[in-house]
């Protein structure tokens, strides 16, 4: 079974940092991209970031872009997203997704993990 | 970036009736080389992360009820559930990915029973 399992999340302060890990199975995970989207409360859902299968280009929505780093570990199967400068706007509940066609960067997302909560407050 | 606006933002619909989403984009969403519409349509229940219904505009993905259609081309698109279950109440998105690294998503549409 496909599955993907989001841990990290919690509760930082303005200004914090936080790393977020998405465990995956049941895939060849270094033969797909990978990408992170966020729903903020009671909101709707906002890419994040994209991340290549080799882990060799990468890409960042413009509100994140110079705070937010992705990266993957293939021989761990996991894929990260390290945030710094958060800000009261980034608290989300955070998904990591797979683009489900081999090799390709950009498509539709399938699975999507069951998300994990950022808080950000003092 | 492609906004893409969906229609109505809530729904209620008699179980067994038809349902029916719209979702627009600012621009086309057609790639004239492939004649592709890069559109992809996603449920999510209550406390679930969304989950992938229909993708290239109308292609069901596998194990998805075929109650479950998707239409339209270029700028307009619609997700029709042809006989509503209890189970389909849920907050469905469109979600364009044409234009990247700028992906969009609708702003969702509440589906309820009457």
């Known amino acids: 079974e496909v599955q993907l399992v989001e841990s990290g999340g919690g509760l930082v302060q303005p200004g914090g940092s936080l790393r977020l890990s998405c465990a995956a199975s049941?895939?060849?995970?270094?033969?797909?991209?990978m990408h992170w989207v966020r729903q903020a409360p009671g909101k709707g859902l906002e890419f994040v970031s994209a991340?290549?299968?080799?882990?060799?280009?990468?890409y960042y929505a413009n509100s994140v872009k110079g705070r937010f780093t992705i990266s993957r570990d293939n021989s761990k199967n996991t894929l990260y997203l390290d945030m710094g400068s958060l800000r009261p706007e980034d608290m989300a509940v955070y998904y990591c997704a797979r683009v489900p066609t081999n090799g390709d960067l950009w498509a539709w997302f399938d699975p999507w993990g069951q998300g994990t909560l950022v808080t950000v407050s003092s | 970036d492609i906004v893409m606006t969906q229609s109505p933002d809530s729904l209620a619909v008699s179980l067994g009736e038809r349902a029916t989403i719209n979702c627009k984009s600012s621009?086309?969403?057609?790639?004239?080389?492939?004649?592709?519409?890069?559109l992809a349509w996603y449920q999510q229940r209550p406390g679930q992360p969304p989950k992938l219904l229909i993708y290239w505009a109308s292609t069901r993905e596998s194990g998805v009820p075929d109650r479950f259609s998707g239409s339209g081309s270029g700028t307009d698109f619609t997700l029709t559930i042809s006989s509503l279950q209890a189970e389909d109440v849920a907050v469905y998105y469109c979600h364009q990915y044409y234009s990247t690294p700028s992906y969009t998503f609708g702003q969702g549409t509440k589906l309820e029973i009457k």
């Open positions: 621009q086309s969403v057609l790639y004239n080389s492939n004649n592709k519409n890069y």
């Open positions: 991340i290549s299968n080799n882990g060799g280009s990468t």
């Open positions: 049941g895939f060849t995970f270094s033969s797909y991209a």
